[in-house]
């Protein structure tokens, strides 16, 4: 004999369902991020780098200076402002 209402046991069932179906997600994400970053680190130890270390690489090389005098900070290449006097960034 069940003891509860049929819509309990829905809203029960698809909770339950629900934290399953959450729980494998987060499993396959953490799987997926692990499988990454071994590939990336056989990578990098057999030399064989991906093209996003030489991306980030040419956007670390791309960082620009502020031409304001008295300023000369050192801003990410894709500032539009210098992040410490506001001046507008020429290019």
């Known amino acids: 004999m069940i003891l509860a209402e049929g819509i309990v046991l829905v809203w029960f069932g698809g909770v339950l ?5 959450a729980f494998f997600v987060a499993l396959l994400a953490a799987v997926v991020h692990m499988a ?28 620009r200076r502020c031409a304001r005098p008295g300023c000369g900070y050192l801003n990410a290449g894709h500032a539009r402002f210098c992040a410490r006097c506001g001046q507008p960034l020429s290019g």
């Open 17 to 21: 369902l629900l934290g399953f179906v």
């Open 36 to 63: 990454r970053r071994v590939l990336r680190t056989a990578g990098r130890i057999f030399g064989l780098a991906l093209p996003t270390a030489a991306r980030e690489a040419g956007a670390r090389a791309a960082d």
